[in-house]
């Protein structure tokens, strides 16, 4: 008899690891958030008590070809908010962008985030969030905000792109 074992393995495609020379985070339009670069990660703060929300975002100018079965992954804590994370990107050689969105709760300990790209519809936006890069092409943006009104802040120490794979070994 043949048993087949499946051996599942993550490769990362690309990594960001904040540093204080990283200037990639901005606030989203005219909402004020507080970007601070702190002993290798990155804090995200604002108390947006009027218009209810509070938005940074960065991009990945990198020619990397997406797939369904690659994953965002970010290590995050903070100070028990509620986060939503939206991101938009464009499977291999597509132009369109895919828009997908999580809601996660985060407390004052580190936790991986692990967000698939397969659960991205395509959106049919033609403006954002390309005018936020003039004269670029970003295979991915990635929205950090708050998804209640209130204080909000959050620490982040790492943003990665991971693809699964699958190996399949006959014994």
């Known amino acids: 008899m043949v048993s087949l074992i499946l051996f599942f ?9 904040f540093a204080e020379t990283t200037s990639g985070i901005h606030q989203l339009y005219d909402y004020h958030v ?13 108390n947006p008590q009027f218009e209810g929300f509070a938005s940074a975002w960065m991009y ?3 020619e990397i070809a997406l797939h369904d079965d690659d994953a965002l992954v970010i290590r995050i804590r903070g100070d028990e908010n509620t986060v939503r ?15 997908g969105e999580n ?16 659960n991205a519809f395509l959106f049919s936006g033609t403006e954002f969030p390309a005018a936020l890069t003039p004269d670029t ?17 959050v620490e982040i120490d790492q943003i990665s ?11």
């Open 9 to 17: 393995a993550a490769s990362i495609l690309w990594q960001e690891d």
């Open 34 to 46: 507080e970007i601070a670069y702190e002993a290798g990660s990155i804090t995200l703060r604002a």
């Open 60 to 62: 990945v100018d990198e």
């Open 85 to 99: 994370i939206r991101y938009f990107f464009r499977k291999q050689k597509c132009t369109s962008y895919y828009a």
């Open 103 to 118: 809601t996660i709760s985060v407390e004052d300990e580190w936790k991986d985030v692990v967000i698939p790209l397969k």
């Open 137 to 153: 092409n970003p295979v991915l943006y990635i929205f950090i905000e708050n998804a209640m009104s209130g204080k909000f802040a």
């Open 161 to 171: 792109i991971i693809r699964h794979s699958t190996q399949a070994e006959e014994r």
